[in-house]
């Protein structure tokens, strides 16, 4: 990965001049492979590449598709050289830098990732998804007006585009805008209905709201349609903690236990599990999710070391360990919070 930078600035290099053949008998088979790739249709559209003879490399217009694929496949170098190339070919199509700015975000390379939307947007300042790029990578860098007006252009250009609509829903969910942010994820749903993500950010700004009903109908929805390229991995985890404060401790328990199945390493997940086996009285259960909480990396400070500690020390202290609970009532006692923690899903 280490190379993107290098991708990068090989992709401002002088463009290609050789001469190239005449690929528009292709071009039909490129626009299925780049909506199989949008759709993140993966092995459907591996077959098109298999062959050389179906979709031939030396076709510039080829090698757009074929770095999308290679980046699907984690294949992040070859995809990167293979962006350079089409960069390099096809100097003047936004298409170009604005699929390779998705990928440079998604390995975390952000100025990189900000450099090919500005090149995208100076090729089309009205490019929807490098307006939706943009906007994402300002509202990391802690820039939410000009995110806001970013993310907002790309809806004026196309207003039936669901991913500016969803990015703007996030940014006011972070903000707490919670009333906006149930606007945006309303018309996402309307427009691609299939999208867990949407259902389950609309169900947590509802429960925000206070309409415990429309947040549970969400959550349900969400549920009814979790697989897939829009599928939500949290989606379980948000429903079985809004069950846990509802006290449908049985229900919870369900969607925790499949958390925990899907991510268990998060220590987020962990802790939540552990607090309901609490209340249920498993409480070797509870003691034991609460270490392995502390085990999990949290670099967000999402679940501070401070409350793991006083779980592990109510766990010990009902289990009649006074030891192990004036342990951790002493380490809760020091920890020390940290000076910034930042919630997430």
Do not use: W
């Not at 098109?48 to 294949?75: E, H, I, M, Y």
């Not at 990167?80 to 100097?91: C, D, I, R, W």
């Not at 699929?99 to 009205?126: C, H, K, W």
């Amino acid at each position: 990965m280490r190379l993107a930078a290098l991708f990068l600035m090989l992709a401002t290099c002088v463009p290609c001049t050789a001469q190239t053949p005449d690929c528009a008998h292709l071009q039909p088979k490129i626009d299925i492979a780049m909506r199989l790739l949008d759709q993140n249709r993966i092995a459907e559209a591996e077959p098109l590449f298999a062959s050389p003879g179906n979709l031939p490399t030396d076709c510039p217009a080829v090698l757009l598709p074929l770095a999308r694929l290679r980046a699907a496949q984690n294949n992040i170098n070859e995809s990167g050289k293979l962006f350079v190339q089409y960069l390099q070919a096809e100097p003047k199509d936004p298409e170009g830098p604005f699929y390779f700015g998705t990928v440079l975000l998604r390995i975390a390379y952000y100025p990189q990732a900000e450099a090919m939307a500005d090149r995208a947007l100076e090729l089309n300042p009205s490019h929807v998804g490098a307006l939706t790029l943009k906007g994402q990578l300002l509202a990391m860098r802690g820039q939410p007006a000009e995110a806001q007006q970013s993310l907002e252009r790309a809806i004026a250009a196309e207003p039936k585009s669901a991913g500016p609509h969803f990015q703007l829903g996030a940014l006011f969910d972070r903000r707490k805008q919670h009333e906006d942010a149930v606007k945006q994820f309303e018309t996402v749903i309307a427009l691609t209905p299939s999208d867990a993500r949407a259902y389950d950010y609309l169900a947590m700004n509802l429960e925000q709201l206070g309409n415990a009903e429309r947040a549970e109908n969400a959550f349900r929805r969400g549920l009814a349609v979790n697989a897939g390229p829009l599928s939500d991995s949290f989606l379980d985890f948000n429903y079985g903690r809004f069950l846990l404060k509802q006290n449908r401790l049985r229900e919870s328990q369900d969607h925790l236990n499949r958390a925990v199945e899907i991510a268990p390493r998060v220590r987020a997940v962990l802790y939540e599990r552990g607090k309901l086996n609490l209340r249920l009285g498993h409480l070797s259960e509870a003691a034991q999710d609460a270490r392995r909480a502390l085990d999990a990396p949290d670099p967000g400070h999402v679940i501070l070391d401070l409350q793991v500690y006083y779980l592990l020390a109510e766990c010990y202290a009902r289990l009649g360990d006074a030891a192990g609970a004036a342990k951790y009532t002493l380490l809760a006692q020091e920890a020390k919070i940290p000076s910034r923690s930042v919630e997430r899903k």
